[in-house]
């Protein structure tokens, strides 16, 4: 396999993840509209989620949008600026998306370990 096929497999994978990453943003917008039933911000349901499951670790509004991340480093979930104190459910999907990942860290799934080694670099 010569350099353009590295090439054209790196601009496919370059176009895939524009396009996926468009429509998280069309559907966030789209559902970040309609207040979720609770009516709690988002950083809220998190930490309530984090104490269901026997957690208590820091949530921190980060700056931009869907920045949201958890950094498991830190043992840290950053929640963004759009997220942190919305009641939409876009804002309730994305924490509760974060929070679904730092059960999987604390519960040792593996893919999720590999992708705390890996991702730094």
Known sequence: M????????AISVMVLSLIAQGRVQRVFQKYNQMPAVRGIPAAQLAQ????QNGLNLPI?????ALTDH?????????????VYGS?????Y???AHEIGHVLQYHEGYAPMKLR??????
């Open 48 to 51: 309530d989620l984090l104490f």
């Open 60 to 64: 921190q509004q980060v700056q931009g």
């Open 87 to 91: 009641s939409s459910v876009s804002a």
């Open 93 to 95: 999907a994305v924490a």
């Open 70 to 82: 958890y950094d498991p480093r830190s043992d840290v979930v950053g929640l963004s600026d759009a």
């Open 2 to 9: 010569g350099p353009y096929f590295y090439l054209l497999l």
């Open 116 to 121: 705390s080694v890996v991702l730094p670099a």
